[in-house]
């Protein structure tokens, strides 16, 4: 059974940096296609940013801003924020599927039908 679990969700100023985390298992391979989302008061859910193996991607949104890593051997997913606005207000969420990854360089990696598996979201909150 495979469980994503978010956290580091939490109240930040404008300009500040937070770094969200998603602890995974019982993904069922060593290559993990991965990805953050969020969800902004009001909005549909949007990719943020994903990996798959060395490759990353960015939406436009946050590119410069936020980088995507990940421990494996931790399990472990990260989101590092910097530069945050109150247009970064949003619960996030992480999500994974299995390979073969959605090819980041040809467009992909961004959409949410292209995931299998959801952690239950973190929220995000960055005040003026």
């Known amino acids: 059974q495979v469980q994503l679990v978010e956290s580091g969700g939490g109240s930040e100023e404008f300009g500040g940096s937070h770094t969200l985390a998603c602890v995974h298992s019982g993904l069922p391979s060593s290559v993990h296609c991965m990805a953050w989302f969020r969800q902004r008061p009001g909005e549909e859910r949007e990719g943020v940013a994903a990996i798959a193996d060395s490759a990353t991607k960015y939406a436009d949104s946050v590119k410069g801003r936020f980088t995507i890593s990940q421990d494996n051997a931790k399990n472990t997913l990260y989101l590092q924020m910097n530069s945050l606005s109150p247009e970064d207000t949003a619960v996030y969420y992480c999500?994974?599927?299995?390979?073969?990854?959605?090819?980041?360089?040809?467009?992909?990696?961004?959409?949410?039908?292209?995931?299998?598996?959801w952690g239950q979201g973190t929220q995000v909150t960055v005040s003026s």
């Open positions: 999500a994974a599927t299995q390979p073969p990854c959605p090819p980041l360089a040809a467009g992909h990696g961004l959409k949410d039908y292209e995931y299998d598996y």
